[in-house]
């Protein structure tokens, strides 16, 4: 039984989230907002110690820091703008 109510608090959390997710998503009123946010929602989703939204250029050459949370600020100077292949993030 414990087992069960776990497993229902966890789903009822990850809607709640996503529930959030989408209200603030229909809310923000500009790109920056909106990554913001988003930065944030996972930041707390996934209870990580950071969290980071990147675009990529057109090319898919560049990736550009748009927002972040508790990266440390070296990090963000220094990552405000990274070649795709240089990002941790992933590979194009």
């Not at 930041?43 to 949370?69: F, G, I, M, P, T």
Request: proline share 3%.
């Amino acid at each position: 039984m414990l087992e069960k109510t776990q497993s229902l608090e966890v789903e009822r959390s990850r809607l709640a989230a996503l529930y959030e997710a989408a209200v603030f998503v229909a809310s923000a009123d500009t790109l920056g907002e909106l990554a913001r946010g988003f930065a944030r929602q996972v930041h707390k989703v996934a209870h990580a110690d950071a969290s980071a939204v990147r675009w990529s250029d057109e090319a898919n050459r560049r990736y550009l820091l748009q927002a972040s949370v508790g990266l440390p600020q070296h990090m963000i100077d220094e990552e405000h703008c990274v070649p795709a292949v240089s990002c941790l993030c992933g590979q194009p």
